[in-house]
């Protein structure tokens, strides 16, 4: 027996929002929304995220051209860039003559996967009181135009910024993939080509329709597509740059 409720609901009914209308977000709202991403799990409590909300336009047009100009980072009511955190720890060891040793894969690993959950907090919060969003991993096109713009210092890294606002669209939504070929049982299962298969044309039935024929292409191609190219190999000297990473 399915069992549902409003957060389920709100959860189920997620679309990436890219059009806002011009009505602004209450600061005390978002600081609300922040607050509720910060009740997100942390590996061991050590809180290694940083939020930076955006406003500053000259700011705001820089991180649109890091972002590969997505043209919604600069209009958009509120932008948030989601920040990988070990300073702030490095410096409270710092204040107690502590030494922190960085640049271990581990650390970065759970800065970047708290910073994943703390802003999936933040989204569903936002949507559950009627806001949309959507993700922008592009900043990681340029992630030192990005370093510069906010002047952030070593052992932080800014992982993807968040877009927010009043929906000014509803694109629908996207099918995602057959539970069955997400949640394994007891052990992992290869794909079954009938289900893939099913997936395809459902994916491709929702583009034909978003766009009234203009794309239509199936999971398999999409795929295809985007894990055949480069994915932004300048990322790892930049990580070290930036101290994550080193051993």
Avoid: W
């Avoid at 806002?20 to 978002?30: G, M, P, V």
């Avoid at 069955?180 to 329709?209: C, F, K, R, T």
């Avoid at 190999?233 to 051993?247: A, E, I, N, S």
Wanted: aromatic share 6%.
């Amino acid at each position: 027996m399915s069992t549902s409720n409003k957060v389920i609901e709100t959860m189920m009914q997620h679309q990436s929002i890219r059009k806002f209308t011009d009505q602004a977000i209450a600061q005390d709202l978002l600081e609300q929304l922040v607050a509720a991403g910060q009740a997100a799990s942390s590996s061991s409590f050590v809180q290694v995220t940083s939020v930076i909300q955006v406003n500053n336009q000259e700011a705001r047009e820089q991180l649109q051209i890091a972002s590969g100009n997505q043209p919604y980072v600069g209009t958009c009511p509120v932008f948030l860039v989601f920040c990988a955190d070990l300073k702030r720890n490095q410096d409270i060891c710092a204040l107690n003559s502590i030494d922190m040793p960085t640049g271990f894969t581990e650390q970065a690993l759970i800065a970047s996967i708290d910073t994943a959950i703390m802003a999936q907090n933040v989204l569903v919060a936002a949507e559950s009181v009627g806001l949309g969003g959507v993700y922008i991993g592009g900043l990681r096109n340029q992630p030192q135009l990005v370093s510069d713009t906010l002047n952030l210092p070593e052992q932080v890294v800014p992982l993807f910024g968040m877009c927010l606002g009043y929906p000014a669209q509803e694109p629908g939504l996207k099918p995602r993939l057959p539970l069955p070929m997400v949640l394994h049982q007891e052990q992992y299962q290869s794909i079954v080509a009938n289900e893939l298969q099913a997936y395809d044309e459902a994916l491709s039935a929702y583009y034909v329709g978003r766009t009234k024929g203009k794309l239509d292409t199936t999971f398999s191609q999409h795929i295809e597509k985007t894990m055949s190219k480069e994915a932004r190999p300048h990322l790892l000297d930049y990580l070290h740059k930036q101290g994550f990473m080193t051993r």
